[in-house]
């Protein structure tokens, strides 16, 4: 990968490039206001996959959250108007987003305050800011909602957000430049993607501590989990692949390649019956059969992808 696209691939990490769909709630994060979705809609259950582009479209799902880099700002949008509801300041440079299961709660990094904001999404007002590491990039919320889980890119820890109290509680082993955290689906396990080590860190939250460092080669950028929770995906920008890694053994148990280099495989979205990449690089979607994992289709979407996102029906033959 050449440098200057890889540097900028890192500085999108602090203009946000993350996107989550839970329960008819959309949470994005983009480098601007102009965030786009655009859905594909599936033939078994008619449910949709949602990808953001940088630079254009107009979202389409109930209420999205974007979180603008430049001004500090979160932008709620309403798909009904296709017009901003409202606007609500958090910190400096907000980027990675997480929502909490039932909704009414939305947790922003900000990675130029060492902070993470909660906002009520009933009020869109700004409840609590919480200090956290240096350089905060992304956040994973536990399927029970009471664990927040924030990677700290620029002191390569995770900082541990209890919400009932709204305070880092805990601070845990990460690695070098941590750019993604996932929690499993049973919360007994936390997944960080080290972008700059080139591995996987697999922490164990009850004792806190790394239980597997898994390599996966140049760049690895974002882990998704199927809902069974037996394997994880990852994207891994360099070689332009996506590996899966079993979550009993933490080994490497195939990888396809979805393009050349500078593809850029950026985000991930699993569900049963498929794997969705936000290909940053070649303005596509790829779909991926998880159980030959064999890329099946390859659409074509808006400029520079990152986020991707499923609808919540995708998930129902888990």
């Known amino acids: ?24 709630l959309l949470a994005a994060c983009a480098t601007g206001p102009a965030v786009g979705l655009a859905g594909a809609t599936t033939a078994r259950t008619g449910g949709h996959v949602y ?7 107009t979202p389409d799902r109930r209420h999205v959250y974007v979180a603008d880099n430049g001004s500090g700002e979160v932008s709620v949008l309403s798909t009904r108007t296709d ?15 997480g929502l909490s299961p039932d ?3 939305l947790y922003v990094a900000n990675g130029g305050s060492n902070s993470v904001s909660v906002i009520d999404t009933r009020t869109n007002r700004v409840t609590a800011t919480v200090p956290v590491g240096t350089s905060p990039v992304s956040i994973d919320v536990s399927r029970d909602g009471t664990v927040v889980y924030v990677a700290n890119a620029g002191s390569g820890n995770l900082s541990v957000i209890d919400p009932r109290i709204n305070r880092a509680v805990r601070t845990l082993p990460a690695g070098p430049h941590p750019v993604d955290v996932t929690v499993s689906p049973n919360g007994r396990t936390v997944y960080v993607t080290n972008e700059v080590r080139a591995t996987v860190t697999v922490i164990t939250t009850r004792t806190g501590t790394i239980t597997a460092t898994v390599p996966v080669g140049e760049g690895p950028f974002d882990l998704a989990i199927e809902p069974h929770g037996r394997t994880a995906y990852i994207a891994v920008l360099g070689p332009g692949n996506v590996s899966a890694m ?7 148990s195939g990888t396809v390649n979805v393009g050349p280099p500078g593809t850029d495989p950026f985000n991930i979205a699993a569900t049963p019956d ?19 994992l064999k890329v099946v289709a390859t659409v074509k979407v808006g400029h520079s992808p990152y986020g991707v996102a499923v609808d919540p029906q995708l998930m129902m033959s888990a």
């Open 1 to 24: 990968m050449h440098h200057q696209h890889r540097k900028a691939l890192r500085s999108a990490l602090g203009a946000g490039a993350g996107l989550l769909l839970t329960s008819g």
């Open 103 to 105: 909704g009414r709660h």
């Open 246 to 252: 079993s979550t009993q053994t933490h080994r490497i």
């Open 274 to 292: 498929a794997v969705y990449v936000s290909d940053q690089g070649a303005d596509t979607l790829t779909v991926i059969a998880p159980q030959a």
């Open 83 to 97: 017009k901003i509801v409202a606007i609500v300041h958090v910190g400096m440079r907000p980027s990675g987003v």
């Open 51 to 57: 990808v953001t582009n940088q630079l254009d479209g």
